[in-house]
């Protein structure tokens, strides 16, 4: 095989063999943008290497030899040669972006002689020992895994010495004795002396790339980001230019668009006299990229024509890397940039009004789950703010939590259930599992491409940086503002949005949807198939549901109507009746509470359908818990000061035990209590038809579909069906009205799904529970398996993902696709949607559209993403 590519012979869509840097570099070299000459090695190679356990496949030293002698012509340089050395930089490619999960090594080729040629090459002494300083602090980091902050130490402890605050002070004699004291570290940590052959240096480089796929930074980002632990990452070997050779270098990093608002403007920082990761790594706080326009304005021009060839030619906002090397632009990096929600909605937005792309493209620009982000809450304008300081806007939204300094902290504290608010002087990759626990993130330094910033907006999670006013002294655990402490676990709130940060919890409110998300959700809305309606058990959730963009209720739970304050007592006199009479007098008191329920949500819903399901839960539920009563009956006769009411707890236990289940999940529930209780049942069907006559005599169109849980056969409907029929037929005739129902059922059991053509005959719509039907399915209850053995099933890879989350297509689905194939066999056309939570799950919907769905129904807040990921099912 071919395990080397010259940037010439790639492409951008040779990404899976090249991975992302590698293919753009390439593609960057072929439409003619100024990229310093190189070579990638394929993932295949680095496949290749594992399968080897370990070791660099025949051949590959020297195809990349080979091809390190095409770079050498190119650039006029022979690696290693003392005179005039060529350096090079190794750079990890894999084919999905991690930022800075894996380690770039900068200035490798570098030795005491070609450092010597280095310098009189570019007649600068200085710059040359930096160079190779630098190199070697790199190459024992990320090659000979030396901790970086002994290197850190020495670095210190030399400008210490000459009596410098900063790097750039360092007199070459100074710079000359770092190396010495570096070469002596590594010596000494590793029993070797630092590699002093270039090609030496170069595969121990390589293999390091390819081991890094493995360490535990990028192992975390992409069980976090579900990437395939197999593809393997690439390598690109790049001829090096310097930003750091003087006043007219520097390096940067910008993309085409505003990736915070989405705004058409070069959006970016970069630093004079500095070499690559020193932007990232917040160092020193870089230059907004507008300065380059008055500090080096050809340069400036040069650069933003660059970014509108390279958005144009990849039809979307790119994220670039460059660097300028004595007054020329070099580009080291192109990408489709990271961007917020507000931002993907108005960059396709606009792109489409520009005509670079079509509606399709702009819609399957932005992810669905990020909608999420813009309909959350946002801290109230009109609330009155004591701000304690003001960063950089990173990362939109807002977050309140306690304050803790160190990423260990915050998860140990998240754990407890606790809102965390990270606050450090900067990230690194090593922080990130406290970025994953904590609601937001506050640094004191770093630009807007700092670390922080990029993870955070990757994230969707509010972050505030480079807040340069804000003092953190991890020592004493606490951060000062001019005279104001703040200490650990206290309270603060940060707007990513703007920048603020602000003292104590502050009240929210609902987002203000732009004109833009509008437009796109409008596109989405004439693409999709799938109607998309909500969950909504209130009359508010339905407006909520309706303004989000639903046309329909697919789902309105009435347990939860059970469990108000005044109709408690009733159903648990309901529930206590010994006799029919009894029980027919507890419902007689609900029936009104019920009817005044569905009036108002079909009201809200007026003219589109709304899908009611009949009691489901165990009727324990509705009862207080066996311990409680326990420990009252207990209590109270031993204090034996009030009989009457022991005696009613006493009762109450006694029912509480009577109704105990060893499996309440398979037990007396769903339409098993209406089999055995029709007259609850027969109330409900009665307040939904009740409420039904009120509105369709007040001119309001109700359309409601009567649903039967838990069924598992045709009997089962028919018996219910008779009664929606009866009850319906006796209430019309009544009130002198008629309106249109419907009757079906969820389907919840593999038995359901196996005899759904029978049914259908009596059912005439069918909605998914795919809570239930995957519990069901594979025989997991939900709320045991997520906390004790499904984390295993999922890192054993047993199971791809949380079935209950992203729904089991394999299992599950087949169980769906066959009831959908048997419904619609006895009754052609037949409704079908699905109001599990799956409902939601942009995944999940796309299998919905694939098997003829008619609708999805999820939360109300979960309503936009849905409207998107069915639109995007349906291109
Ligand atoms: P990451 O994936 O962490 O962004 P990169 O491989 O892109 O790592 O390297 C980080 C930075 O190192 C680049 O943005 C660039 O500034 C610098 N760099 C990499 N290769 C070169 C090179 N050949 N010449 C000059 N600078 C380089
Ligand atoms: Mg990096
Ligand atoms: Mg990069």
């Not at 004493?476 to 005279?483: L, S, W």
Request: proline share 5%.
């Amino acid at each position: 095989a071919k395990f080397v590519y010259l940037f010439n012979e790639g492409r951008a869509d040779m990404r899976s063999l090249l991975g992302g840097k590698g293919a753009n570099l390439a593609e960057m070299t072929n439409i003619g943008l100024p990229v310093p000459p190189g070579m990638t090695i394929t993932t295949e190679a680095c496949r290749e290497y594992y399968r080897l356990e370990r070791k660099l496949p025949d051949g590959l030293e020297a195809e990349v030899r080979a091809n390190l002698a095409a770079v050498e012509t190119a650039v006029g340089k022979k690696f290693g040669d003392t005179d005039n050395p060529l350096l090079v930089s190794v750079r990890s490619g894999a084919v999905f972006s991690m930022p800075g999960m894996m380690d770039t090594i900068l200035n490798l080729g570098l030795n005491e002689e070609t450092t010597q040629g280095l310098a009189a090459n570019t007649n600068n002494l200085r710059f040359a020992y930096d160079a190779y300083r630098r190199f070697i602090q790199m190459f024992s980091d990320v090659v000979l895994e030396i901790p970086k902050h002994s290197f850190e130490h020495l670095l210190t402890n030399q400008k210490t010495a000459q009596g410098v605050a900063f790097d750039q002070e360092l007199t070459p004699e100074s710079l000359r004795s770092l190396i010495d004291n570096y070469k002596k570290l590594v010596l000494k940590e590793t029993g070797r002396p630092f590699p002093e052959n270039p090609l030496e240096q170069l595969f121990m480089a390589v293999e390091a790339v390819f081991r890094s796929w493995n360490n535990d930074r990028a192992i975390i980002y992409r069980n976090l980001n579900k990437i395939d632990h197999e593809l393997g990452t690439a390598v690109n070997i790049q001829s090096m230019v310097f930003g750091n050779m003087g006043n007219d270098c520097g390096t940067g990093v910008a993309f085409t668009r505003n990736p915070s608002t989405g705004e058409r403007v070069l959006y970016g920082e970069y630093l004079t006299n500095a070499q690559g990761e020193d932007v990232v790594a917040g160092i020193r706080t870089p230059q907004p990229i507008a300065k380059l326009q008055a500090e080096m304005p050809i340069i400036f021009d040069q650069f933003s024509q660059t970014a509108q060839t390279l958005e144009k030619h990849y039809r979307n906002m790119q994220d670039i890397e460059f660097t300028i090397e004595k007054g020329k632009l070099y580009m080291l990096q192109t990408r489709n940039g990271k961007r917020t929600a507000q931002a993907a909605i108005k960059i396709a937005h606009d792109m489409f009004t520009e005509g670079l792309i079509d509606k399709k493209a702009a819609i399957l620009m932005v992810e669905p789950g990020q909608l999420d982000q813009l309909l959350h809450r946002q801290i109230d304008s009109s609330a009155s703010l004591s701000i304690l300081a003001k960063g950089l806007p990173a990362s939109p939204g807002a977050a309140s939590g306690l304050v803790v300094f160190s990423a260990d902290d915050a998860e140990r504290l998240s754990k407890t259930g606790q809102k965390i608010m990270l606050v450090r002087m900067e990230t690194t990759p090593d922080d990130i599992h406290g970025i994953i626990a904590a609601q937001g993130i506050l640094t004191s330094r770093g630009g807007m491409t700092s670390h922080a910033a990029v993870v955070a907006r990757g994230m969707g999670k509010p972050c505030v940086c480079g807040c340069e006013s804000i003092k953190v002294d991890y020592h004493k655990k606490q951060f000062t503002v001019d005279q104001t402490i703040i200490k650990e676990g206290d309270h603060i709130s940060i707007d990513g949005a703007t920048g603020r940060v602000i003292l104590g919890d502050v009240p929210m409110k609902d987002p203000e949807l732009s004109p833009e998300y509008l437009a796109v959700l409008g596109w989405a809305d004439e693409l999709r198939q799938l109607d998309v309606r909500a969950n909504a058990d209130t009359p508010e959730d339905a407006l909520k549901a309706r303004e989000f963009g639903a046309t329909g209720i697919g789902l309105t739970r009435t347990e939860h109507m059970f469990m108000a304050q005044d109709r408690l007592p009733y159903v648990q006199q309901m529930i206590l009746a010994e006799t029919l009479e009894e029980r027919q007098q507890a419902l007689g008191h609900l029936l009104p509470m019920q009817e005044g329920d569905f009036y108002g949500i079909l009201k809200a819903m007026d003219g589109y359908p709304v899908c009611i399901r009949l009691l489901d839960p165990p009727l324990h539920e509705f009862l207080p818990g066996m311990e409680e009563l326990l420990i009252e009956t207990a209590v109270l006769s031993t204090r034996g000061d009030n009989p009457p009411l022991l005696a009613q707890k006493e009762v109450l236990l006694k029912q509480v035990r009577k109704l105990h289940e060893f499996n309440p999940m398979l037990g007396h529930r769903g339409c098993r209590l209406g089999i055995t209780y029709p007259e609850v049942y027969e109330m409900q069907i009665q307040a939904i038809f009740n409420a039904c006559a009120r509105l369709s005599r007040e001119g309001y169109t109700v359309l409601p579909e009567v649903e039967i849980p838990l069924t598992l056969s045709k009997a089962e409907m028919d018996f219910f069906k008779e009664r929606i029929d009866r009850i319906a037929g006796e209430v019309m005739k009544q009130a002198g009205t008629t309106f249109h129902y419907t009757s079906g059922t969820m389907i919840e059991l593999p038995r359901a799904a196996l005899l759904a053509d029978e049914l259908a005959e009596s059912a005439e719509f069918f909605s998914f529970g795919t809570n239930d039907l995957t519990q069901t399915c594979l025989g997991f209850s939900r709320d045991d398996a997520e906390g004790k053995f499904l984390p295993h099933y999922l890192d054993a890879k047993i199971l791809p993902e949380n079935p209950f989350a992203v729904l089991d297509r394999k299992g599950v689905g087949k169980l769906m696709q066959l009831a959908v194939e048997g419904g619609r066999r006895t009754r052609p056309g037949m409704l079908i949607g699905i109001c599990g939570e799956h409902g939601g799950d942009p995944s999940s919907i796309e299998f919905c559209h694939q098997i003829g769905l008619d609708f999805v129904s999820c939360s109300p807040y979960r309503v936009p993403i849905a409207r998107l990921a069915a639109a995007q099912a349906a291109i």
